[in-house]
């Protein structure tokens, strides 16, 4: 019994790395990734970085908070429509594989997306801008449990039963800048009002910044070990909703 057990984990995360590696090679260029994923938050940075008194090591912090925050968040709500469109995800869900080992795997490919672009941004502070790392195991730990966390958030919106990827791209956007203007990204947690705080301390981006200061500037307000608490609990709240709609929406007959 024991062995069936560990050969039925074996399969799933089998199953599970096909999915990865197919959405890897089949999306990650296609132009709405490029767009929302990789070139938006580089714009959204430089916007609002230019003609600011910002030591370098500050803006790499800030660039690799927003770099993950918003390719992770823009897979699921581009790649599982367009699979829906096209045909390929009802098969995924009548494949023999259960529904959180499908849904975890669409959450790594926008954690692997947005740690590979945060990864480009870190090698260009280190190389460019001579950017040194104070601490960085909690920087690795940092960027796996932000792109999780913020993955799944995006999950949420892209299990909407819809096949048209724009019927999601705007609501998921309204909610990432929401959730941008709240946070401790563009000012800091130690200048922001006591009610802006309280507000601040609902998004997780909040928290993803804070654990990026400490990793890169040795210094934040709040307990690392919170942030990474709070980013993987979020993570996990997070695929709450995707398993409801999906159940959900295979009763409707979606």
Request: aromatic content about 10%.
């Amino acid at each position: 019994m024991k062995l069936r057990g560990l050969q039925r984990v074996g399969d799933e995360l089998a199953q599970a790395w096909i999915i990865v590696a197919k959405d890897i090679r089949v999306h990650y260029l296609r132009p709405g990734m490029i767009m929302f994923g990789f070139l938006m938050p580089f714009f959204m940075f430089f916007s609002f970085s230019v003609r600011r008194a910002m030591a370098a090591e500050q803006g790499v912090a800030r660039l690799l908070a927003l770099t993950t925050f918003f390719t992770a968040a823009a897979a699921g709500p581009f790649i599982i429509p367009l699979e829906r469109r096209l045909g390929t995800y009802d098969r995924l869900l009548a494949a023999p594989m259960s529904l959180l080992t499908l849904l975890l795997s669409k959450t790594a490919v926008g954690a692997v997306f947005a740690m590979a672009v945060s990864a480009v941004s870190l090698l260009v502070g280190l190389i460019v801008f001579r950017v040194t790392i104070a601490q960085p195991w909690l920087l690795a730990a940092g960027a796996v449990l932000s792109s999780f966390s913020f993955s799944a958030l995006g999950l949420i919106f892209g299990s909407i039963p819809t096949r048209n990827p724009g019927d999601v791209q705007m609501p998921s956007t309204l909610l990432r800048w929401g959730l941008l203007f709240i946070s401790g990204v563009f000012v800091p947690l130690a200048e922001m009002s006591t009610g802006a705080r309280l507000l601040a301390f609902v998004s997780p981006l909040t928290y993803a910044q804070d654990l990026m200061n400490h990793a890169v500037l040795g210094a934040a307000m709040l307990n690392p070990w919170l942030d990474l608490a709070v980013l993987l609990a979020s993570g996990i709240l997070c695929l709450l909703p995707p398993v409801w709609m999906h159940r959900r929406s295979r009763q409707l007959g979606y």
